[in-house]
């Protein structure tokens, strides 16, 4: 069995449950948005509270905060590519998803 991908180094990954975090959650959406995203933390706190045990919220960290990254591994709707244009990203290659089916045992 393979184990599974370690963080880079000075990246931590932890779930999240605590208010102040869904609260740092909708601040940083904010900014990627450009919008006021400030309900969203109120809805994750809820979401959370109602489904503890069915939800996760997860961040990635580097020193408590988001950092510019070199690459990123996007994979991109239609509505989201040109955001993501928008902040500076260029696409370098696509992907093509594909269900496989096994073939039924006899």
């Known amino acids: 069995m ?3 991908p ?3 180094s000075g ?3 932890r779930r999240v449950t605590d208010d102040i975090d869904m609260h740092r959650i ?3 959406e904010s900014i990627v948005w450009g919008q006021d995203w400030s309900r969203l933390g109120d809805g994750l706190i809820a979401r959370v ?3 503890p045990e069915e939800i996760a919220v997860m961040v990635a960290e580097a020193d408590g905060a988001e950092l510019a990254v070199a690459y990123l591994h996007v994979d991109a709707s239609d509505d ?5 244009r ?3 990203f260029h696409s370098v290659t696509t992907t093509t ?3 496989w089916s096994p073939p039924q045992q006899p």
Request: avoid cysteine.
């Open 97 to 99: 998803p594909y269900v």
């Open 26 to 28: 909708a601040v940083m």
């Open 86 to 88: 928008r902040l500076g």
């Open 6 to 8: 370690a963080p880079p």
């Open 11 to 13: 990246v931590t990954l």
């Open 2 to 4: 393979t184990a599974a």
């Open 80 to 84: 989201s590519a040109p955001i993501l």
């Open 49 to 51: 509270s109602a489904a």
